[in-house]
């Protein structure tokens, strides 16, 4: 990604897919250098923003649920908070959190980013720790068969 113009980049022209591929093909130290950049807001609020559409309600839990990401790595050493509120077929995303969560995600930049484009496998990063789910576990290993992952 950072081979590639971040400032003229239309992250919502953007097909999942080609967000994949690009994701796919940079460098981990290419990835780093976005997630840890100022463009790491705007990629992280086009992620999120896509996120109602890739919903697959059919796979929803029944109740109400509030998913919170703490996503670690910002260059002020603080995290990004973001909540998925899954309730009655719907996906809305907010930043801040606005309700108490049923689960709670913790993970760097990086590996959010090959997570939500098909890169990475979210039991690998949970067994090696650089996944950390927080409160309903059954909830959160079921969170990416929840959403349409693009492959690349």
């Keep these: 990604m ?36 100022e463009h790491r807001t705007r990629v992280l609020d086009a992620v999120f923003a896509r996120m109602s559409e890739r ?16 996503l670690k790595g910002r260059p002020d050493g603080a995290d990004d908070h973001y909540e998925l509120m899954i309730e009655d077929g719907t996906c809305t995303v907010s930043a801040p959190p606005e309700h108490e969560p049923r689960v709670t995600v913790t993970v760097e930049g990086v ?16 067994f090696t720790r650089r996944l950390i789910l927080q409160g309903d576990l059954g909830l959160g290993a079921g969170l990416t068969d929840m959403f349409d992952i693009p492959k690349a």
């Design 55 to 70: 919903f697959r309600p059919d796979r929803a839990p029944s109740r109400p649920s509030a998913v919170h990401w703490h």
């Design 111 to 126: 590996d959010f980013l090959k997570l939500v484009s098909g890169n990475a496998s979210a039991t690998t990063l949970f």
């Design 2 to 37: 950072a081979t590639i113009d971040v400032d003229q980049l239309d992250m919502r022209a953007l097909s999942p897919e080609d967000f994949a591929r690009l994701v796919k093909d940079a460098s981990k130290a290419d990835l780093a250098e976005v997630m840890a950049g």
